[in-house]
């Protein structure tokens, strides 16, 4: 099990060493999909980064417990307790239950995962799967006193909660700054703070989605479902919690407080955040225009998009970026990343023609020292895929015979291929015809062989060139022609 591993920690705003609390355990949590929606882009960035930092732990030896969740209750328009519950408007605009409306778009994410080749999770709970953990906390939260309850809704007294802990420390934000960015209450809001947040929400006569609690009929508030599940599943205490970094200021920062407040404790040792999605150098949002669903992505329709473009070479796009930078989405860039990512498969295809000698000019070791290094720095995506190119190169120097490998360091190449390539950063092979076209090549290959036996010279050199226009190269040896695609 490797040791050298680094994380960079929002907590701490620095790389630490990654030392897991109860090795070689590591309890994993990821802020999932609100599900009232087709899954958008920055959610599928985020879940393949995460899938990339499960994949790694894994490869490394450590035994993860991976849980994401499913929000399907309470999660209110706005971030301050107001507004419609976004599951019953969805609802009443395609006139079905909200949990059709929960199980079609959970579908849906599930689908547009597979399709990027995410590991599922080891446990994907849902909200409504735990009322009675939630509703367990917010007692609890209550009974320490660091809550209040107004006509059957429960608040989180942050101005309590400050008095003995600093609840702003996963963003180093000042107080007074979040003060003045936060309206006035007014004569009619039952809060006593500005910043307190609703743990347990009293439901409208109108609100469909509704259950008994201690304070009345309600639902839970947005927070507190990963609070409550987290502990359900990972313990007071636990390794790494992660999401975009849209959530850090408010989900996260609202976590951390009733997690302290409740087991007085910190929930997670790691804190995570991957970062942003713009297109053409502008944030991605739907009211800029500028925004497209993955399925757009993979059709190609949508009027920013010259074209569709593959599941697999969208996920090598998101991986050629660190998941904590942002990530620019363009035609131009999609078309390098899908040219990068075939050079990948192409050379992963030619292991298997390569020709070992007796001897050897290449140092793998080093190479794959050099890949672990990456990864080990903070899961750094780009600079191993830089690392997998220079395989790609030296993979086409063999078979060009311009670099001698001995059978030993082929197989080691393999390995370290198919460790990095598949295993690590989840790509895989999209086209399921590599059979027919191996026998439509070597058809056309023997029609050629043919031709230069007879001296037909015009023909064999007509099927080479065109050949060689579509990207397919041959080569001429002592035990006959083989082919790779360029």
Not at 94 to 113: A, N, S
Not at 162 to 173: Q, S, V
Not at 193 to 221: Q, Y
Not at 307 to 333: C, I, K, W
Request: net charge negative.
């Amino acid at each position: 099990m490797d040791s050298n591993l680094v994380i960079y920690n929002t907590l701490s705003r620095t790389k630490e060493k990654f030392e897991p609390l109860h090795a070689p355990m590591v309890g994993l949590y990821v802020c999932g999909p609100t599900v009232y929606s087709d899954v958008h882009l920055g959610n599928c960035r985020t879940f393949v980064s995460f899938d990339l930092i499960y994949r790694y732990l894994l490869h490394l030896g450590y035994q993860v417990r991976y849980v994401r969740n499913i929000t399907d209750a309470g999660h209110l328009e706005g971030d301050m307790d107001e507004g419609d519950d976004k599951f019953a408007k969805k609802a009443r605009l395609e006139q079905l239950e909200p949990m059709e409306i929960v199980q079609k778009y959970t579908l849906g994410f599930h689908d547009v995962m597979r399709l990027f080749n995410a590991l599922p999770p080891n446990i994907e709970p849902t909200a409504t799967g735990h009322i009675i953990e939630q509703i367990e906390m917010v007692k609890q939260i209550l009974e320490n006193g660091y809550a209040y309850e107004v006509n059957g809704t429960v608040y989180f007294d942050v101005e309590k909660y400050c008095k003995e802990f600093n609840y702003t420390i996963l963003t180093n934000r000042q107080l007074d700054e979040l003060l003045e960015n936060t309206r006035e209450l007014g004569g009619q809001n039952e809060k006593r703070g500005r910043l307190d947040f609703a743990l347990w929400i009293k439901a409208k006569p109108e609100h469909i989605m509704r259950w008994p609690s201690p304070w009345g009929v309600g639902f839970p508030g947005w927070h507190i479902e990963c609070s409550a599940m987290s502990n359900k599943y990972l313990g007071d205490n636990f390794d790494i919690h992660g999401g975009g970094m849209d959530l850090a200021a408010t989900h996260h920062t609202n976590e951390i407080a009733q997690s302290q407040a409740c087991n007085h404790v910190t929930p997670a040792k790691y804190w995570m955040h991957t970062n942003m999605l713009t297109v053409n150098g502008t944030r991605m949002s739907k009211s800029k225009g500028n925004g497209f669903l993955p399925y757009e992505l993979f059709t190609g329709e949508h009027e920013l998009l010259s074209r569709g473009f593959s599941p697999m070479s969208v996920r090598f796009f998101m991986l050629q970026a660190h998941y904590r930078s942002t990530l620019d989405f363009s035609n131009e860039a999609l078309e390098a990343s899908d040219k990068g990512f075939k050079r990948l498969m192409n050379a992963y295809a030619l292991l298997e023609k390569l020709s070992p000698a007796a001897q050897s000019s290449i140092d793998l070791q080093s190479l794959s020292d050099r890949c672990y290094a990456a990864m080990n720095d903070d899961f750094n995506s780009p600079v191993l895929i830089a690392e997998l190119f220079e395989a790609v190169h030296l993979i086409n120097s063999i078979y060009d015979g311009k670099t001698a490998a001995t059978l030993a360091d082929i197989d080691a190449l393999k390995k370290l291929m198919n460790n990095f390539v598949f295993e690590v950063l989840g790509l895989k092979e999209e086209s399921n015809q590599t059979d027919d076209m191996d026998k439509l090549l070597d058809f056309i290959i023997g029609l050629r062989t043919e031709a230069k036996t007879n001296k037909d010279y015009a023909t064999s050199d007509k099927i080479r060139i065109g050949l060689n226009s579509l990207g397919i190269q041959l080569k001429d040896n002592k035990e006959g022609t083989t082919w790779n695609k360029s």
